[in-house]
């Protein structure tokens, strides 16, 4: 990264990461989004770190970084999310006061980082989140996407299509005061998945705010078929299962609901023989899921909407799965605060020039 100017050193330093593996299709028109309509108070770097592309996506970057001098290309030879937004403030964020966090696959509003640092600046926040709307192309995206935006696919998750603002203890990663993200360790990448819940966890522990800007909305494009919809939230109750034994009570409701339904409903199936009543709770489920269905179907005045329920269930089941495979398979080890670690009041919150 160049070094600033003595006027830029004025400016409020931005950090602005995206990771990147096989988005060819997205990453430019990404990059432009992220570019439009600049704060005028800030100075900002982006860097792309990518995981092994081999679509065409480093191709791309390296063009566009060859016609501006605020675009930059790593390599992340971890491949995954977390690690490429450590290597990225760990190689250009020494005098960054912000590190935005964005998604090659993610459809961001006008004005996106401009909005984020009046919030984070207004909020007084060490973080602020924002919420997804998902949309889809394609009939079993769009029934993926519209169960997304319902309480079957989120179970009333803020950052799953809240509207409210307000501080919370999770939400969808958008942008973090540099001074909170490193003292909180940055991500643990050795997580896939789940990076951001556990992070959220960490910071919370020290005393770092989160701030949830309901009015600041991504669109995201959720998985176009089943098996990578399975695939997805497998990794991600994988993922969670490490995260509520490295934080011993942080798992919600609405999280431990998916795996006990999915304990009952089996236990219910293995024992009808003897006690048929127990299969009132696997009709009750799957009657759940054809209303899911129906209201989608109504509601959107589509056929596509009657796969909701297909939907809804893939996700159940697959993050259930994905969350017993790693109790019984990834070893995990409770997080504590060194003794000095707890964030002081004030200590990472900068004001905006």
């Known amino acids: ?26 990453i430019r028109e990404v990059i432009e989004s992220l570019s439009s309509d600049l704060p005028s108070h800030a100075r900002i770097t982006f860097v792309v770190a990518d995981g092994g592309s081999h679509d065409g996506t480093v191709a791309c970057v390296q063009q566009l970084a060859a016609e501006r001098s605020d675009l930059h290309f790593i390599h992340n030879p971890h491949r995954i999310q977390s690690a ?17 966090r964005c998604d090659a696959h993610s459809e961001y509003p ?7 640092l009046q919030t984070l600046d207004s909020s ?8 997804m709307d998902s949309d889809g192309r394609h009939c079993f995206q769009k029934a993926v996407a519209w169960t997304s935006n319902t ?28 001074t909170a993200f490193q003292h909180a360790g940055g991500y643990d990448d050795s997580f896939t998945h789940n990076e951001d819940a556990e992070f959220d966890c960490r910071l919370g522990r020290l005393g770092g705010k989160v701030y949830l800007d309901a009015d600041i909305r991504l669109g995201y494009q959720p998985r176009s ?7 997805q939230y497998f990794a991600y109750g994988r993922g969670r299962s490490r995260t509520v034994r490295k934080h011993p009570g942080s798992m919600r409701a609405r999280q431990l609901a998916v795996p006990a339904n999915l304990v009952f409903s089996a236990a219910a199936i293995a024992l009808c023989a003897w006690l048929p009543w127990l299969l009132l709770w696997p009709l009750a489920y799957l009657s759940a899921l054809i209303l899911t269905s129906l209201s989608l179907a109504l509601r959107h005045r589509s056929a596509c909407g009657l796969l909701g329920g297909i939907a809804a269930a893939i996700m159940h089941t697959s ?3 994905g969350f017993f495979t790693g109790l019984a398979f990834v070893r995990e080890k409770p997080w504590e605060p060194g003794p000095t670690a707890m964030l002081r009041a004030g200590s990472t919150r900068a004001a905006t020039p």
């Open 1 to 26: 990264m160049s070094t600033p100017s003595s006027t830029d050193r004025t400016l409020q330093q931005v950090l602005v990461v995206i990771p990147t593996l096989n988005e060819a299709v997205t």
């Open 84 to 100: 490429a937004v450590n290597l990225a403030a760990s190689q250009f964020g020494y005098q960054a006061d912000v590190l935005v």
């Open 110 to 116: 006008v004005r996106f980082l401009a909005r984020l």
């Open 124 to 131: 007084q926040a060490d973080s602020v989140v924002v919420p």
């Open 151 to 178: 309480w079957a696919g989120t179970g009333g998750s803020a950052h799953r299509g809240g509207r409210k603002s307000g501080f919370v203890d999770h939400g969808h990663h958008a942008a973090f005061r540099m």
């Open 225 to 231: 078929t089943m098996s990578g919809l399975a695939r």
């Open 319 to 321: 993050w259930a799965l």
